[in-house]
């Protein structure tokens, strides 16, 4: 017994990076999900993630609701609104993890009408150009949009080239090629990895 008890005092530490974080989810928390390793996630993350950070693909905004925590936000499926439930499971299903960012006191204000805005954009299309436009949203350009009229955050060139070898992927070659259209280099808008590199947010932990 003692040494079972013993083997398992060994091992302890090199468990707890795997332990789920216990987080106080709030209103407009902002849940950000992991880069995966191939197609448009990887195109993604390849064009706007640090080297050496974690890498986001996605991002969505958490409300409060009557029956627990909802998700807003504009994916592949459209601007809709999700149990945070369901949202988890998908994201587990994917082996992404979901890392919660939130206001920091300053811009905390904004949340309460974000969350009215963003409930007013739902229904529309996924934008698969990402050129910016009124009839479609993408993730991070539904959070902007959402927080617009309090200026939380703000629009900056677009860059589908990798950063250290300063080429375009052909993911974003082949996509553009496809749309009839050059690649949006340097247009306005928005990306998760920068978003949560804003200065007005703040990491809180990892949800599992």
């Not at 398992?8 to 530490?13: E, T």
């Not at 990076?17 to 987080?23: E, G, I, M, R, S």
């Not at 609701?65 to 601007?79: C, I, P, Q, R």
């Not at 070898?165 to 306005?188: K, N, T």
């Amino acid at each position: 017994m003692h040494r079972i008890l013993l083997l398992i005092g060994l091992l302890l530490p090199a468990l707890w990076p795997a332990v789920a974080l216990a987080v106080d989810l709030r209103e407009g928390d902002l849940l950000f999900v992991t880069a995966g390793h191939s197609g448009l996630s990887a195109a993604i993350d390849d064009a706007t993630g640090t080297r050496g950070s974690t890498g986001f693909d996605h991002v969505a905004l958490l409300a409060a609701t009557a029956k627990g925590w909802e998700v807003l936000h504009a994916d592949e499926k459209g601007s809709r609104r999700q149990p945070l439930s369901a949202f988890r499971q998908e994201a587990q299903a994917k082996q992404r993890q979901i890392v919660v960012y939130r206001l920091r006191a300053p811009q905390q204000a904004a949340i309460k009408n974000a969350v009215a805005t963003a409930r007013t954009m739902l229904g529309k299309p996924y934008n698969t150009s990402y050129v910016l436009n009124e009839d479609s949203y993408y993730c991070s350009d539904f959070i902007e949009r959402a927080f617009r009229a309090h200026h939380v955050f703000t629009l900056q060139p677009m860059n589908f080239r990798n950063a250290q070898s300063g080429q375009i992927a052909q993911h974003w070659v082949d996509l553009y090629r496809g749309m009839g259209m050059d690649v949006p280099q340097d247009q306005p808008g928005t990306n998760p990895n920068d978003m949560s590199a804003a200065p007005v947010l703040q990491r809180v932990g990892v949800l599992e």
